[in-house]
């Protein structure tokens, strides 16, 4: 999926603040990577370590690469130069350097603290162009722009909180990369989000702080130079600075487009390469949409399935038949079309009491799927889901019911947090009675002490696959298309859909397609989930069948992307994870096709079920 898996990300750069610089020697591994004095510590001009720091055995260095805004040979004397961050992450006996990807779009340098750390290599990781704390220019929009509004207004707007050119318009409903703050099945609330967001594509384009101007003074839109091959180029520009006559590759999500479009335009210089929760290979706004929202109903029926397996295990045990999980969502979906499904906000009500603010079917829907995502980072599996409807539905009481809404709202309907400002963290649906969050202000949560922002800001979808997709379209158009969807599919995917759709289907800068994967020669690890709910399994065969060479790898589980620290007893996943290390070890892929079979079903009991 387009976006990054959601790891914990308390486990990010808490040091960064605290890097000291302290050069250090090279050991003789580095040796086999030399050239004329060039290796992983000792780069060419153009990369240059600048700190340095112990974490555990590790040291992690970060630096500068310093890139051309153009590659192309026709821009060399007109071009201007960016500066993006690089991290380093360097284990004892860790020598053959392997570029890390974590997805996103919004991963930066400090995936190597976030990925796994494969022994024998050195991880290097890269932040994107506009993208992290230090990018200039910078896609999301800068708090400086932000506002505390005036208290005492019986309607509030985005307008009231910030005037970044990026932010979406009054009126546009709070939109990220999997929901929607709306009914997907009500033409005219889809149309409104729509016409919002094209407008916001055109207003944020217009902005000058994209034109850059070279040192003979020709200008350059940074928006028309920001995509994934722009990506691939500076990857393989931070490759030769290094003197490695080929680069590894891991990388999970978005970032499996990433290394296949490196793949593509550089194939002989790929090593090893890992490709896991893949993102598909034909680039088309549509098709991409579509993947998204029936990856989900996908994981949703998966979900259902094993509660009717396994229904004396804790909490399936709330249901008791077949359809006890879908009957429970119908029965939400006509309680929030009645605006029944609400929590109380500071405000008073004319009436007496508070006023009650309701929770929307794209607001749940989004909130499920980002909990099936999670699944594949905890040994929790789906029980948090479950819950989430055994909530909503009345089956733990009304306290619970009304507290799972407020916990939904306080997720989504929340200004960014982290910011010495008064305004930082302020929940807009408990003062205001409006539901005006992060991705309405073009601005993610930062974490001071991690020195990095969080993903939900939602300009990099549109800045970065509205360079990489193709497929344009008109309000009018896209209505249609809309359309369509909701005629094959209900409100699940369809929400999904048009959560995604919006932020490029009518981005303003032309697209420059990437090509992911159909390049014969690379020997490439190709890994999928059955029931990722975000990355569409269908995209990882796609993957598979557009690299002739490679092989695919199939774990029968849930969440996003294979990995460790979604393992739990029974799960079927060590096989998988045994042949990941082989492969990295030995280079040898295993046999195409292998599949590990889960011998459970995901861990549903021993739950903190009194407190979730």
């Known amino acids: 999926m387009a976006y990054i898996a959601n790891c914990s990300f308390s486990l990010l750069l808490w040091f960064l603040q605290i890097l000291v610089s302290e050069q250090r020697r090279a050991e003789d591994a580095w040796g086999r990577f030399k050239a004329e004095g060039c290796d992983l510590l000792h780069p060419m001009e153009g990369l240059k370590w600048t700190q340095s720091q112990k974490l555990g055995n590790d040291t992690i260095y970060t630096g500068n690469l310093t890139v051309p805004l153009s590659p192309h040979v026709e821009d060399k004397d007109d071009t201007p130069f960016l500066d993006l961050l690089v991290m380093l992450r360097v284990s004892p006996g860790g020598a053959e350097p392997v570029l890390q990807h974590c997805g996103g779009p919004g991963s930066d340098a400090t995936c190597v603290l976030l990925g796994d750390n494969i022994p024998g290599y050195a991880g290097i990781s890269i932040s994107q162009r506009g993208i992290g704390v230090t990018a200039t220019p910078n896609f999301e929009c800068d708090p400086l722009h932000m506002k505390l509004p005036a208290n005492g207004k019986l309607h509030y707007e985005i307008s009231d909180f910030t005037d970044c050119q990026c932010a979406l318009p009054d009126g546009t409903p709070l939109v990220g990369q999997s929901f929607a703050n709306l009914d997907p099945q009500n033409d005219s609330q889809v149309e409104v989000l729509f016409e919002g967001m094209a407008f916001r594509s055109r207003r944020c384009a217009a902005d000058s702080r994209w034109i850059l101007t070279g040192p003979r003074g020709k200008k350059y839109n940074f928006l028309e130079w920001s995509g994934t091959r722009m990506l691939a180029h500076d990857i393989d520009f931070l490759r030769s600075r290094i003197c490695a006559p080929k680069l590894n590759l891991y990388a999970i999500s978005y970032g499996t487009a990433v290394a296949a479009v490196y793949a593509d335009m550089f194939p002989e210089r790929v090593g090893k390469m890992v490709i896991n929760g893949n993102m598909p290979p034909v680039p088309y706004t549509l098709d991409f949409a579509k993947g998204q929202g029936m990856a989900l109903t ?11 397996k396994w229904t004396s295990t804790h909490p399936c045990d709330y249901f008791s038949d077949e359809m006890s999980l879908t009957k429970a969502w119908k029965g939400l979906l006509g309680e929030m079309r009645a605006r029944r499904l609400t929590a109380p906000t500071n405000r008073p009500s004319p009436l007496g009491g508070n006023e009650s ?21 905890v040994p929790t599996g789906w029980a948090e889901p479950v819950l989430t409807l055994a909530n909503l539905a009345g089956m733990r009481g009304q306290e619970a019911r009304v507290d799972q809404v407020a916990k939904i709202l306080d997720r989504y309907c929340s200004l960014p947090a982290g910011y010495p400002f008064d305004w930082s963290g302020l929940k807009t649906w408990r003062i205001y009675g409006a539901c005006i969050g992060q991705q309405s202000l073009g601005l993610s949560s930062y974490d001071a002490k991690a020195g990095t922002k969080s993903l939900d800001g939602y300009v990099n979808e549109g800045a970065v696959l509205g360079q990489d997709l193709f497929g344009r379209f008109t309000v009018a158009q896209a209505m249609g298309v809309y359309r369509t969807f909701r005629a094959e599919w209900e409100e699940m995917a369809t929400s999904s859909f048009v959560g995604i759709f919006s932020a490029f289907f009518s981005w303003e800068a032309e697209p420059v397609p ?51 620290e979604g393992s739990y007893p029974n799960s079927g996943m060590q096989p998988c994870l045994n042949r990941l290390e082989q492969y990295w070890m030995t280079g040898e892929l295993p046999f195409d096709g292998f599949t590990c079979r889960t011998e459970a079903p995901v861990p549903l009991g021993n739950f903190r079920t009194e407190t979730q």
Not at 298 to 308: I, M, T
């Open 357 to 377: 603010f309701p929770l929307t079917i794209g607001l749940l829907q989004g909130y499920i799927q980002e909990q099936m995502n999670q699944a594949g980072y």
């Open 514 to 564: 990437v090509q992911t994967g159909f390049r014969a020669g690379v020997r490439a690890l190709v890994v999928g989930n059955l029931y990722d709910s975000a990355c569409s399994y269908t995209w990882s065969n796609h993957m598979r069948e557009s690299l002739p060479n490679a092989v695919m790898m199939t774990w029968q589980g849930v969440g996003h992307c294979l990995l460790p």
């Open 298 to 308: 996908q994981a949703f029926g998966h979900l259902e399935r094993l509660c009717v």
